[in-house]
Nanobody
Framework: QVQLVESGGGLVQAGGSLRLSCAAS????????MGWFRQAPDKEREFVGV????????EYAESVKGRFTISRDHHKNTVYLQMNMLKPEDTAIYYC??????????????????WGQGTQVTVSS
């Protein structure tokens, strides 16, 4: 069992930055690949990015590439999503999720076993 708790969401102006955190507890953190997804109002949940178990392999959605960065801190069992140059279209609830095994990167939410509760990000124009 893995418990995931996101934090760091909020309201920010376009062009600003936020850093989301996802704290994991339970089974060994480094066994899992960690993904970020988001869901905007009236839209389906979509892939944002994913990190393999040690942060050595990263993939991002085209819409966030060059603006968002995922990192992991194994001492804190936490994965981060640094979001820069935010746009109003980035407004969504952001979720972190864990998939196994940790060396595989997945883009589909169906591959993820555990999910956090989500944190709201609102970008004003």
């Amino acid at each position: 069992q893995v418990q995931l708790v996101e934090s760091g969401g909020g309201l920010v102006q376009a062009g600003g930055s936020l850093r989301l955190s996802c704290a994991a507890s339970g089974r060994t953190f480094h066994d899992w690949a960690m993904g970020w997804f988001r869901q905007a109002p009236d839209k389906e949940r979509e892939f944002v990015g994913v990190s393999n178990w040690n942060g050595g392999k990263l993939e991002y959605a085209e819409s966030v590439k060059g603006r968002f960065t995922i990192s992991r801190d194994h001492h804190k069992n936490t994965v981060y999503l640094q979001m820069n140059m935010l746009k109003p279209e980035d407004t969504a609830i952001y979720y972190c999720a864990a998939s196994f095994p940790g060396n595989e990167l997945h883009y589909s939410e169906n591959a993820y076993t555990y999910w956090g509760q989500g944190t709201q990000v609102t970008v004003s124009s």
